[in-house]
Nanobody, 124 residues
Framework: QEKLVASGGGSVHTGGALTLSCGGS?????????MAWFRQAPGQEREGVAI????????VYDDSVKGRFTISQNTTWNTVHLQMNSLKPEDTAMYYC????????????????WGQGTQVTVSS
């Protein structure tokens, strides 16, 4: 079964950096219209962090991460990455990658293929 695999999480101090990677299924990436990263902190709802249109590279960010996070893709390895800089304690969450295989506009509500999460913990 095709699946997405997220990796790269860890524990850092405030101001630190991490890079998350999403791979596992080249098929899902190649068939995707958009890929995205989401996060969910304990006791909170899942929230969208960043979207990447895989065809043209257009990106969208949640206001909370603009200027600090960068979503990108590696077309050789069929992977999507999230570079996270200037991390804050409020960035602590389980991070998930997801795909939207449908054409058209991609909003955070449009993702329907999910991978398992990778934990990011930022301590002050």
């Amino acid at each position: 079964q095709e699946k997405l695999v997220a990796s790269g999480g860890g524990s850092v101090h405030t101001g630190g950096a991490l890079t998350l990677s999403c791979g596992g299924s080249g098929y899902i990436y190649l068939m995707s219209n958009c890929m995205a990263w989401f996060r969910q902190a304990p006791g909170q709802e899942r929230e969208g962090v960043a979207i990447l249109y895989t065809g043209n590279g257009v990106t969208v960010y949640d206001d909370s991460v603009k200027g600090r996070f960068t979503i990108s893709q590696n077309t050789t390895w069929n992977t999507v990455h999230l570079q996270m800089n200037s991390l804050k304690p409020e960035d602590t969450a389980m991070y998930y990658c997801a795909a939207n295989l449908n054409d058209g506009y991609c909003g955070f509500e449009d993702f329907h293929v999910w991978g398992q999460g990778t934990q990011v913990t930022v301590s002050s």
